[in-house]
């Protein structure tokens, strides 16, 4: 399978299945990525286990793909309408 084809079912799942799987995701994200830990900052790693938390304890609201592509459009509209 390939990458366009995992986003374009991961986009076909209802919220909160995309809720879940991200949530998968991040639970076996070590068993899907290899990455030296010292490649990271001890701060940086602290921030990143903090926001996962926050996510996995619903203390963060989600956003679908669809509101967050408008959010950046929005943003990018406003940079452009700022230079001209």
């Given at each position: 399978?390939?990458?366009?084809?995992?986003?374009?079912?991961?986009?076909e799942?209802?919220?909160?299945?995309?809720?879940?799987?991200?949530?998968?995701?991040?639970?076996?994200?070590?068993e899907l990525i290899?990455?030296?830990?010292?490649?990271?900052?001890?701060?940086?790693?602290?921030?990143?286990?903090?926001?996962?938390?926050?996510?996995?304890?619903?203390?963060?609201?989600?956003?679908?793909?669809?509101?967050?592509?408008?959010?950046?459009?929005?943003?990018?509209?406003?940079?452009?309408?700022?230079r001209?």
């Open positions: 399978m390939s990458l366009a084809e995992i986003e374009q079912r991961v986009r799942l209802s919220t909160a299945e995309r809720s879940r799987f991200v949530s998968w995701i991040y639970a076996h994200e070590h290899e990455a030296p830990s010292e490649a990271v900052a001890p701060e940086v790693m602290e921030e990143l286990l903090r926001r996962r938390r926050e996510l996995e304890e619903g203390n963060v609201p989600t956003f679908s793909v669809e509101e967050s592509t408008a959010r950046v459009r929005e943003a990018l509209d406003e940079v452009r309408r700022s001209y």
